[in-house]
């Protein structure tokens, strides 16, 4: 197999490659390995440029597949961490913080095909009426006029633009309940007086992942939400969980599951923590947040030594709310720090296991304002529905494109919520809700449940579909999904979906 095969096999599946992507394909290249590892490479919906984070998955699944022993050691490996520079933050910091989530995005919309002559706003004003124009910018605005057509305005570094959407436009029009303030987008149309008629709108999204399989047969165990310190904790059913690792409870084919478990990412909220809401104190079992990681570390402490544990801070942890949230405190959780095979991670932040599969974590404090103010997630489901969460934060390729969505670091040099790199798996939790898992574009979505029963303030806050001790598992070599319940006392129920 020769270069230009190389380019007729991406060629066939809607995938077209430039120059200098195809120089990092070295002379060495086992071609024939490659087409023989890659014959499920999965077709491209639409016509789109090979990007440098696929070409080095290429490389590392050949890697995996013709260096790799059947047996390799389980590895936690991070990949992007958000390290946080104290400082004064000023307005400037807040400019350039927009600027650089600009030139992210506009980066990867540019990825696009039929973006590739997108201009400036400044440069649209000068163009003729009905004449094409490709634009990208921040949504400065959004409304609705009487007739049903909507008007975005448009923002880049240089100026503002209305693009108007005409109501008989049914695709466009369906796509505004998903269209969010401050998300950057591209724009394809033709130019009017002073404004642009839009023809397509593009989000940044992301491409088809290779749908990665490893030959070794072990798992990973997703859980969230422990709440370990508050009285609605579900110590029973946690403690069966934990025995359940150690091979101690359940049925000997549920053992033999949890023998093949070697990774366990856990999504915030570890503890319950102290003054996070109103009479909090009144459900609190342990009234210190040293006390309530101590109890949690007794817990991960007695885990099996084979299993590797990778942790992230929620709202709960004592920890700024501001995001990228640093990993857990040295001061506060120095009995976890003292636990040998815990990887402390900030939140978000992606991490790569069993030197293959990239996880993206967020605990999704977020997701409150999303699911009550766009539409489009209010019909999918909203709190029952944390995967459609997780594929509308991929379709924009941010965390939390909205300014007011949540409190965050104006980093001046980088965006840390951009999702720049496309992970195979999303996990999050935050919501309480039961467990959800799909695909798009084949990155598994994860919605963690917690180990918490409904407590007064959720209810207050209307959560009545609260869903406690259940865990998902992923087979990493047949990419078979086991949900595990542990909330009979009787026994454990295990559902099974296949992915």
Known sequence: MTKQKLVQFFFERNYMITPDILKKFPDSFDYDSFLDAHKNFQRSQSTSLLTEDMVQDIFQTKAQIVQTPLIQPTKIEVIDIYNDKPKKREVKDFVGYMRMRYASL???????????????????????????????????????????HYILELEDPTGIIKVLIGSKNVELIALMDEIVLDEVIGVIGTMGDSMVYAKEIIFPDIPIKEYKRIQDDVCVCFISDLHVGSKMFAKEEFEHFIDWLNLLYGTEEQKELARKVKYLVISGDLIDGVGIYPGQEKELYIDDIYGQYDALAVYLGSLRDDIKIVVCGGNHDALRLSEPQPPLSKEFARSLYKLKNITFVTNPSMVRIHNTFDILMYHGYCFDYYMNNVEFLRKAGSYDASDAMMQFALKKRHIAPTHVSTLYIPDPERDPLVIERVPDFFVSGHIHHDVKITTYKNVTLIGCCSFQYKTAFQEKLGHTNITWAKSPIINLKTRQVTVMDFRKEEEIIKNEIIL
Do not use: H
């Not at 540019?110 to 094409?132: C, D, G, M, V, W």
């Open 106 to 148: 506009k980066k990867i919309l540019l990825q696009r095909p039929e973006l590739q002559t997108a201009i400036s706003i400044n440069k649209a004003f000068t163009k003729s009426q009905k004449e094409p124009v490709a634009l990208l910018g921040f949504v400065y605005a959004k409304d609705q006029t009487k007739n049903g």
